[in-house]
């Protein structure tokens, strides 16, 4: 893998997502720079982060679980 | 209705109750990440995934059970698939039709949280060169709020140094915890 490919995967693994001004969650800007076979390295390192983080988590939540509820719970209140 | 049954949490989580929600997300988010694999060339699938669960929440009080087990986590593959279509349209990309046919949904049983493996990736962790250690740690403890410029910014990085470090610990944890028989390939098979 070469190192642009690098950053914008390991850029897009990121659960930050910005939301757009209709309120629909974004795709990752790195997301359009990578190629196909980029993108499938991305789908599979992401996975593979998640499951780090529910490993970690004594909630068993990955990092794509509490941006949701933060979105979830901040539109309840 | 069976323990290991998602929707054992439908009830609850249509009532409005965001932990139900929460302990929900914990079992679903795996297998709908995984029903979205044919669409990562063209749609980015954690958008993609983030979207359809906060859409999920806002439908499951209209979720009405057939009788079959995780009605809502079908309910959910459905509104991803259909997202990944619509999106990767409405970014020109070619996308795949979503097609009649939801996968198969392989749901664990209520997560038994592993202590020794929570263990042993913090001891891995803990062995990460500095600079790594701290990129890591500061994405994992930030779950998803802040950008990665924010983060490196916080840490005194260029935010191309401090996605370097992350890429550097991430395989360095991978090694690690191989050569403690902890493959996260796993997770992938």
Same mark, same amino acid.
């Given at each position: 893998?070469?190192?642009?490919?690098?950053?914008?995967?390991?850029?897009?693994?990121?659960?930050?997502?910005?939301?757009?001004?209709?309120?629909?969650?974004?795709?990752?800007?790195?997301?359009?720079?990578?190629?196909?076979?980029?993108?499938?390295?991305?789908?599979?390192?992401?996975?593979?982060?998640?499951?780090?983080?529910?490993?970690?988590?004594?909630?068993?939540?990955?990092?794509?679980?509490?941006?949701?509820?933060?979105?979830?719970?901040?539109?309840?209140? | 209705?069976?323990?290991?049954?998602?929707?054992?949490?439908?009830?609850?989580?249509?009532?409005?109750?965001?932990?139900?929600?929460?302990?929900?997300?914990?079992?679903?988010?795996?297998?709908?990440?995984?029903?979205?694999?044919?669409?990562?060339?063209?749609?980015?699938?954690?958008?993609?995934?983030?979207?359809?669960?906060?859409?999920?929440?806002?439908?499951?009080?209209?979720?009405?059970?057939?009788?079959?087990?995780?009605?809502?986590? @079908? $309910? *959910? &593959? !459905?509104?991803?698939?259909? =997202?990944?279509?619509? #999106?990767?349209? +409405?970014?020109? %990309?070619?996308?795949?039709?979503?097609?009649?046919?939801?996968?198969?949904?392989?749901?664990?049983?209520?997560?038994?949280?592993?202590?020794?493996?929570?263990?042993?990736?913090?001891?891995?962790?803990?062995?990460?060169?500095?600079?790594?250690?701290?990129?890591?740690?500061?994405?994992?403890?930030?779950?998803?709020?802040?950008?990665?410029?924010?983060?490196?910014? @916080? $840490? *005194? &990085? !260029?935010?191309?140094?401090? =996605?370097?470090?992350? #890429?550097?610990? +991430?395989?360095? %944890?991978?090694?690690?915890?191989?050569?403690?028989?902890?493959?996260?390939?796993?997770?992938?098979?």
């Amino acid at each position: 893998m070469n190192a642009d490919r690098d950053l914008l995967v390991e850029a897009a693994i990121s659960a930050h997502r910005r939301l757009d001004p209709a309120g629909e969650v974004q795709f990752h800007p790195a997301f359009h720079d990578l190629d196909a076979a980029g993108r499938e390295v991305l789908y599979a390192a992401t996975r593979q982060q998640r499951a780090l983080e529910r490993a970690l988590a004594r909630d068993g939540l990955s990092a794509t679980a509490h941006a949701v509820l933060r979105r979830v719970r901040a539109s309840s209140t | 209705m069976n323990v290991d049954d998602t929707d054992q949490e439908l009830a609850a989580i249509a009532a409005g109750d965001a932990d139900a929600f929460a302990r929900w997300l914990s079992r679903a988010e795996r297998p709908l990440r995984r029903g979205l694999a044919r669409f990562a060339a063209v749609a980015d699938t954690e958008a993609v995934l983030q979207e359809a669960l906060l859409r999920v929440w806002q439908v499951a009080p209209r979720c009405v059970g057939d009788g079959r087990p995780h009605g809502l986590l @079908r $309910l *959910g &593959m !459905r509104i991803a698939q259909n =997202l990944a279509v619509s #999106t990767a349209r +409405r970014h020109r %990309l070619q996308p795949m039709a979503a097609g009649d046919e939801l996968p198969e949904l392989s749901v664990e049983p209520i997560a038994m949280h592993d202590d020794s493996v929570r263990l042993a990736i913090s001891r891995c962790r803990d062995k990460l060169p500095t600079q790594p250690k701290a990129a890591i740690a500061a994405r994992l403890d930030d779950v998803g709020l802040r950008p990665d410029h924010e983060l490196a910014q @916080r $840490l *005194g &990085m !260029r935010t191309n140094t401090f =996605l370097q470090n992350i #890429t550097r610990a +991430r395989t360095l %944890l991978a090694e690690c915890l191989r050569r403690a028989g902890i493959d996260l390939d796993l997770e992938l098979a």
